[in-house]
């Protein structure tokens, strides 16, 4: 079984990692120039989870039944359950590793809290909620973690003003994360190794504005703006100082599981939707989470819920407590509803390039509980806000803490020490899975749906 690595830098963005920076990360520009490289179309929804379990199962959101971090409840108005590994029914590379009878490495690759057994070692995720609980696979490697670097960190909060605080908090738990990586690598005996960096993603998103003059909020000559080019910078010290540890006969792929791009705003889509009068509220709001917003649900026929892209849910009779959709009605409605979301204009009257997904129609199975649409506002740049009471249907900022980018459907790829011939060639994230296995010598499933990059 020959190794694989899999380098994952979550939110790694083409345009950054090909172009604008990469004179900033000659390690990892030399492996894009030496091997196979090119953009990675992310998972419908284009977001942490479900595409990061899409990369390593080869598995499409629909099969996974995971549409993102949180779900809606058994058709509940208000009950969610959160995604976690305990969701995940489908293989992953490191159990398909384990059945050939190999070890794996796997660390901060959601969801992978709470950390279940595998063949191997296995540090669990950002969405971990403290290191005082269990967070490694088997538990004793906790011990040699914290001997190693002190307390772990699996994740930072990124949504807050002090952006000098937080700033020292990524580089604090990128080290930290970088060291585990390292001894790991050297000290256990694997045949895969798999780890995600949260902190990039965590870097654009609070400090986006700072670094690049499209973004509507740029002021030049700030305190923050090489703050990214000086992350990206630091990554590529890692990866270099890492691949000194790594076999030279391993395969390696860079991969992130999404882009980046401004965020030009967020979208009120309730308020939009109380305006067109599918959504009744029952009186005036200050602004509030619509979890917490009074609703007439006997006179609604469709709501929403924020984040990087909409989720829309019809009242349908039959199915929701108070249902107002007749059944015989739902295309109908549905392809009504749709149209007038594709009809949304920006503040300016400029026009949208909006994405409307029927998930049962997209994906093939469609498991889980899935919206009823889901909606990239003129191609992810503007984000959903869930929440009510605002002046305006438009807000310059996001809605539930500052938040300076967006994700985009292309993350990047980089293949390297595949005995391949150097070249550019788009793929997609399904195509991960088939690529690591083909590279370790291993059977792809015919169940997944992407294919191998590597043509030996």
Request: aromatic share 10%.
């Amino acid at each position: 079984m020959k190794k694989c690595v899999i380098m994952g830098l979550d939110c790694a963005a083409p345009g950054l990692v090909f172009d604008k920076l990469k004179d900033r990360i000659p390690n990892i520009t030399a492996m894009a120039e030496e091997g196979v490289r090119g953009t990675l179309r992310s998972s419908d929804p284009p977001i942490t989870i479900p595409a990061w379990m899409s990369m390593v199962t080869g598995k499409d959101p629909g099969q996974l039944g995971l549409y993102g971090f949180r779900h809606r409840k058994e058709n509940s108005y208000q009950d969610m359950w959160i995604a976690s590994s305990n969701r995940v029914k489908e293989k992953t590379l490191w159990d398909r590793v384990g059945r050939a009878g190999g070890r794996s490495c796997v660390v901060g690759v959601p969801p992978t809290y709470p950390p279940r057994r595998i063949e191997g070692w296995l540090v669990s995720c950002f969405i971990t909620p403290d290191t005082d609980r269990r967070y490694t696979h088997p538990p004793e490697l906790r011990r040699e973690i914290e001997d190693l670097v002190g307390e772990y960190v699996t994740d930072v909060p990124f949504r807050v003003e002090d952006r000098a605080s937080l700033l020292d908090a990524i580089y604090d738990m990128t080290e930290k994360r970088f060291k585990v990586v390292e001894y790991l690598i050297q000290e256990k005996e694997w045949d895969l190794f798999a780890f995600v960096e949260i902190g990039l993603d965590r870097m654009h998103h609070a400090f986006w504005k700072y670094f690049d003059p499209v973004h509507h909020l740029y002021r030049p000559g700030n305190e923050f703006e090489n703050a990214i080019p000086d992350y990206y910078a630091y990554l590529d010290k890692w990866v270099g100082r890492l691949r000194e540890s790594i076999p030279k006969s391993a395969t390696v792929l860079i991969v992130s599981d999404h882009g980046a791009q401004p965020m030009k705003g967020a979208f009120c889509v309730n308020q939009w939707l109380a305006g067109r009068g599918h959504l009744a509220m029952k009186k005036p709001e200050e602004v509030v989470r619509f979890s917490e917003a009074e609703i007439d649900w006997s006179k609604t026929t469709a709501w929403g819920w924020g984040g990087y892209y909409a989720r829309i849910f019809l009242n349908l009779e039959g199915r929701e407590e108070q249902g107002t959709v007749p059944e015989n009605r739902y295309d109908e409605t549905r392809d009504r509803m749709a149209e007038e979301i594709r009809g949304v204009r920006g503040p300016n009257g400029e026009e949208w390039n909006t994405q409307v997904i029927y998930p049962e129609r997209h994906f093939d199975p469609c498991l889980g509980d899935p919206p009823d649409m889901m909606v990239y506002f003129d191609d992810l740049s503007w984000r959903s806000a869930g929440t009510v009471g605002h002046p305006a249907n438009y807000l310059p900022e996001n809605d539930t803490g500052p938040d300076d980018a967006v994700h985009a459907k292309n993350g990047i790829y980089i293949l390297s020490g595949a005995d391949e011939e150097p070249r550019w060639q788009p793929a997609n994230i399904l195509d991960v899975a088939p690529t690591a296995l083909r590279s370790m010598g291993l059977p792809v499933p015919k169940s997944m749906k992407g294919e191998p990059i590597c043509r030996n």
